[in-house]
C-alpha cells in the first residue's frame, strides 16, 4: 500500500513536470521548483547516511575470461604511474555560473566568479597549482574525512555541528582535500551553511564538502525536516516507474538543493543492481534487478546532479547487488565470474561513465572468482587499473568505501590501508580510522622512494581537475601566485 501511494505522488510530480516543458525557457526553472516544492513526499525521517557494503563468502574458482583482465595488470600490488589523462569531458557545463567559491573569493566585494570551462585552460591551471603545492599539500588532498577526524577530542562519532579549534588546527596541519558531514552534523539551514563556509575558509585549498544524499531513505539532508528539502520516494520506486525525465528531475532537485547548501560532492547515484532475493544491503536504494532500467536511471540523476555543478558518484563498484552481509561488519565476498559481472553488474557503471560521471566508488568487497584472492576491491590493482581505467576506460577521480569500515580495519592497520589503496590506483581514501597514521604512511612511502612522488601528481591532477570543474577552485584563485612552498 505504502508503495502504491509513493508511485502514485511520482506520477503526479512527473504530471507537473512534463507540464513545465511547454513553459519558455525563461520560466522553466522556477516553474520546476514551485512544482518541487508543492510536491513534497511525506516520510518517516531517517539519520542512518552510512554506506556499507556486504557479501557471504563462498568458495572460489578461477572465472574463463580472468585471464583477459589479469594479463592486464599482472602484479595487484606492482607499482606502475597512472597516465594523465586528457580526454575532454563532454559533460562540461560551459557558462554556468558557481554558486559557491573558493573560500579566499567568497562575495569579494560582489564580484560574481565564474566556473573555468575551456579544457586547456584547466589543464594549464591544474599544472600552475601542482607545481606550488608541496609534497605534504598533495598528500592531504588524497584524504576525505569526517569531522571526528578532525578533532578527535569527543570520540568517533560525536555530533559536531560547527567548526572548531581542533579542526583548523588539523585542516592546517593536513591539507585534507574534502570533508564528508552526516546527519548528525546537520541541524538547520543556518547552521549547515555557516559550518560548511567556516570549513572552506579554514583550508588554503578549497575542499570537496560531500554528503550522501541519495534520496529515499538515505537522505540525510531531505529527512530532517528542518532543511525543508524535497524528499523522494525510494529508488526502487522510481526504477519501477522507469521515467527518464523524472529521475533528471530529481538528480536536478538534489543538486541544486544541496549546492544551496555548500555542498558540492554528492556519492549518488547508487548504481548497483539489485540482484539478490535476500538483499539486505542494497534493498530499495537499487533502481532494480534489470541492468538496462538501471544503467537509464543512473545516468539520468548523474547528468542531473552535475547539471547543478555539483559532482555525482557511482557506486559501488564492481557492483553489490547480490550480497547480503555488511562491510561495516567484516569481510564479504561477490561470489560472481568475470562474465557474469560484465553482463551484469558492469552495465550501469558503463552508462554512468559515458554520462560523464566524475567519481567512483569502489567497495570494500572482494571478487574472488575473478582475482582468486580475497583482497578487497577498494584495494585491488586489477579492480582499479585493469577494470576500472582499462576496460571500462574511467579517467575520473577513484575513491573508496570509508575506509574505517570492519572489513579494512579487521585486517589492515590505517597505514597498510591507504599504501595498498594508492599502490593499486586509487585517487582518494575516504575516511580513514586513523588519519594521522595514514597521512605519515602515504608521506613517508613517497619520502623513502617506494611511492613515486610522480604518481601522486598524478592523483593529485584528477583531484585539482575535478576541483576546477565545479567551481569548487576558481579562475581568480590564489593558489597559483605563492612566494613559498
Same mark, same amino acid.
Given at each position: 500500500m505504502k508503495k502504491l501511494i509513493y508511485i502514485a505522488?511520482?506520477?503526479?510530480?512527473?504530471?507537473?513536470?512534463?507540464? !513545465?516543458?511547454?513553459?519558455?525557457?525563461? /520560466?522553466?526553472?522556477?516553474?520546476?521548483?514551485?512544482?518541487?516544492?508543492?510536491?513534497?513526499?511525506?516520510?518517516?525521517?531517517?539519520?542512518?547516511?552510512?554506506?556499507?557494503?556486504?557479501?557471504?563468502?563462498?568458495d572460489t574458482s578461477s572465472d574463463k575470461n580472468n585471464d583477459t583482465v589479469a594479463s592486464k595488470d599482472s602484479d595487484a600490488n606492482t607499482e606502475e604511474e597512472d597516465k594523465d589523462t586528457t580526454e575532454e569531458? /563532454? +559533460?562540461?557545463?560551459?557558462?554556468?555560473?558557481?554558486?559557491?567559491?573558493?573560500?579566499?573569493?567568497?562575495?569579494?566585494?560582489?564580484?560574481?566568479?565564474? &566556473?573555468?570551462?575551456?579544457?586547456?585552460?584547466?589543464?594549464?591551471?591544474?599544472?600552475?597549482? @601542482?607545481?606550488?603545492?608541496? &609534497?605534504?599539500?598533495? $598528500?592531504?588532498? &588524497?584524504?576525505?574525512?569526517?569531522?571526528?577526524?578532525?578533532? !578527535?577530542? *569527543?570520540? #568517533?562519532?560525536?555530533?559536531?555541528?560547527?567548526? +572548531?579549534?581542533?579542526?583548523?588546527?588539523?585542516?592546517?596541519? =593536513?591539507?585534507?582535500?574534502?570533508?564528508?558531514? =552526516?546527519?548528525?552534523?546537520?541541524?538547520? $539551514?543556518?547552521?549547515?551553511?555557516?559550518?560548511?563556509?567556516?570549513?572552506?575558509?579554514?583550508?588554503?585549498?578549497? @575542499?570537496?564538502?560531500? $554528503?550522501?544524499?541519495?534520496?529515499?531513505?538515505?537522505? %540525510? @539532508?531531505?529527512? /530532517? @525536516?528542518?532543511?525543508?528539502? +524535497?524528499?523522494? %520516494?525510494?529508488?526502487?520506486? $522510481?526504477?519501477?516507474?522507469?521515467?527518464?525525465? =523524472?529521475?533528471? #528531475?530529481?538528480?536536478?532537485?538534489?543538486? *541544486?538543493?544541496?549546492?544551496?547548501?555548500?555542498?558540492?560532492?554528492?556519492?549518488?547515484?547508487? !548504481?548497483?543492481?539489485?540482484?539478490?532475493?535476500?538483499?539486505?544491503?542494497?534493498?530499495?536504494?537499487?533502481?532494480?534487478?534489470?541492468?538496462?532500467i538501471v544503467s537509464d536511471m543512473v545516468s539520468e540523476v548523474v547528468n542531473g546532479i552535475q547539471s547543478q555543478n555539483v559532482a555525482a558518484t557511482i557506486k559501488n563498484f564492481p557492483g553489490e547487488g547480490s550480497i547480503t552481509e555488511e562491510t561495516q561488519n567484516g569481510s564479504v565476498n561477490i561470489d560472481n565470474t568475470l562474465e557474469q559481472l560484465r553482463k551484469i553488474n558492469f552495465v550501469p557503471f558503463k552508462e554512468g561513465i559515458k554520462a560523464g560521471a566524475d567519481v567512483i566508488m569502489v567497495s570494500h568487497a572482494s571478487i574472488s572468482r575473478v582475482t582468486e584472492d580475497m583482497v578487497p576491491a577498494s584495494l585491488s590493482s586489477l579492480v582499479m587499473r585493469s577494470i576500472l581505467r582499462t576496460e571500462l576506460g574511467f579517467d575520473g577521480v577513484i575513491i573508496t568505501d570509508a575506509l574505517n569500515k570492519k572489513a579494512i580495519t579487521d585486517h589492515y592497520s590505517s597505514r597498510a590501508a591507504a599504501l595498498k589503496v594508492v599502490k593499486a590506483g586509487g585517487d582518494m581514501l575516504l575516511t580513514p580510522e586513523n588519519l594521522k597514521s595514514a597521512y605519515n604512511g602515504l608521506l613517508n612511502a613517497v619520502e623513502d622512494g617506494s611511492i613515486k612522488e610522480s604518481q601522486i601528481d598524478n592523483m593529485v591532477r584528477r583531484i585539482l581537475k575535478l576541483k576546477l570543474k565545479r567551481g569548487i577552485i576558481l579562475s581568480n584563485t590564489n593558489l597559483i601566485e605563492r612566494d613559498n612552498k
Open positions: 505522488m511520482v506520477l503526479m510530480m512527473v504530471f507537473s513536470v512534463s507540464c !513545465t516543458k511547454s513553459d519558455s525557457k525563461e /520560466n522553466n526553472t522556477v516553474n520546476t521548483e514551485n512544482t518541487q516544492k508543492q510536491n513534497k513526499t511525506s516520510k518517516e525521517v531517517t539519520s542512518n547516511t552510512k554506506d556499507t557494503s556486504s557479501g557471504k563468502n563462498k569531458d /563532454n +559533460t562540461a557545463d560551459e557558462g554556468v555560473k558557481v554558486i559557491s567559491s573558493d573560500a579566499s573569493q567568497v562575495e569579494k566585494d560582489g564580484e560574481e566568479s565564474l &566556473l573555468v570551462t575551456d579544457k586547456v585552460v584547466i589543464d594549464g591551471m591544474t599544472e600552475d597549482i @601542482l607545481n606550488n603545492m608541496s &609534497l605534504e599539500e598533495k $598528500i592531504g588532498q &588524497l584524504f576525505i574525512v569526517s569531522c571526528e577526524s578532525l578533532d !578527535t577530542s *569527543k570520540g #568517533h562519532c560525536f555530533e559536531w555541528r560547527n567548526v +572548531t579549534k581542533n579542526m583548523r588546527s588539523t585542516l592546517n596541519k =593536513y591539507h585534507v582535500g574534502g570533508i564528508i558531514l =552526516y546527519s548528525r552534523n546537520v541541524e538547520s $539551514i543556518d547552521q549547515t551553511q555557516r559550518m560548511i563556509a567556516d570549513f572552506q575558509e579554514s583550508s588554503r585549498v578549497p @575542499l570537496f564538502i560531500s $554528503i550522501e544524499e541519495e534520496g529515499g531513505d538515505m537522505s %540525510p @539532508l531531505a529527512n /530532517n @525536516l528542518n532543511m525543508n528539502m +524535497t524528499q523522494f %520516494p525510494n529508488m526502487s520506486v $522510481i526504477g519501477e516507474l522507469n521515467n527518464k525525465d =523524472y529521475a533528471n #528531475h530529481m538528480g536536478k532537485t538534489i543538486g *541544486k538543493e544541496i549546492k544551496e547548501l555548500g555542498f558540492n560532492l554528492d556519492f549518488a547515484p547508487v !548504481t548497483d543492481v539489485n540482484t539478490g532475493d535476500e538483499n539486505s544491503k542494497i534493498g530499495n536504494r537499487s533502481f532494480g534487478s534489470d541492468p538496462l
